[in-house]
């Protein structure tokens, strides 16, 4: 499971998984608008990453962001780090 600590939302912290195949799932939203957060864990699971990210990133709320754009910035990161595993950004 991957860790994403939220800047500038509700929510502190993302947990998510991303299946072999590239496919979004599991996603679990630490704080923030419950009924929200479990409506976009529900509709992006076992999505591909790319239609997530190009979905969502974008979506602003408050300070210039929103859960769902975190989540497109979080599921963003792991792909850096998955192409660039000796790279600690």
């Known amino acids: 499971m991957q860790t994403y600590m939220t ?12 299946t072999e195949d590239d496919r979004v799932t599991n996603v679990k939203f630490i704080g923030g608008c419950s009924g929200n957060l479990q409506a ?3 509709l992006v699971d076992g999505k591909p990453i790319d239609l997530v990210i190009s ?16 989540l497109a910035t979080a599921l963003e ?10 790279s600690k950004k």
């Open 7 to 18: 800047r500038g939302t509700c929510s502190r912290q993302i947990l998510f998984d991303v």
């Open 77 to 86: 990161n792991y792909k850096l780090k998955k192409a660039n595993p000796e």
């Open 55 to 70: 979905t969502l990133k974008g979506i602003k709320c408050r300070s210039n962001t929103s859960c769902g754009d975190q």
């Open 40 to 42: 976009i864990s529900r």
